[in-house]
């Protein structure tokens, strides 16, 4: 049993930071992101989003490394959560990067998202995550009965 379904089989004991900090494991215990749909969608969006704060926090551009393949998954991540216009910004960050990787206007869009200004991605996270969990679990009491 892998981090993820410990995390699922103990969402009735936990809150949304727990489960968002349980997720954190995915680089002490690496799991194949294409296993990923596997699972939960709200699972999902907490890794990419993890993985996506990581690399902004480390070298602020997500196009140019590791995780680039799942810009699409984030800025779904992002809308789920409600971030729309973090959303917004990658999306557009992400078009221009496809059209032209040397565009000047992405380090400007870069610098509009959430970890150059005051805004909280996290609070948003919690609360999308706090939601999900409430039916998650009662879905997964329906299915048990």
Known sequence: MNFIEKTLNNLCDMTADDVVQSMAKIYNEPIDRNKLL??????????FLIDFDTEMNMQGDVLQNSIKEHVPNIITALGNIEANNESKILQEIYKRFQQNPDDEMIDKLYAKMYLYTDFDIWLLLDIYVEKQMKEYILKSNNENK
Do not use: K, T
């Open 38 to 47: 596997e699972y939960p969608q709200f699972i999902r969006d907490i890794i």
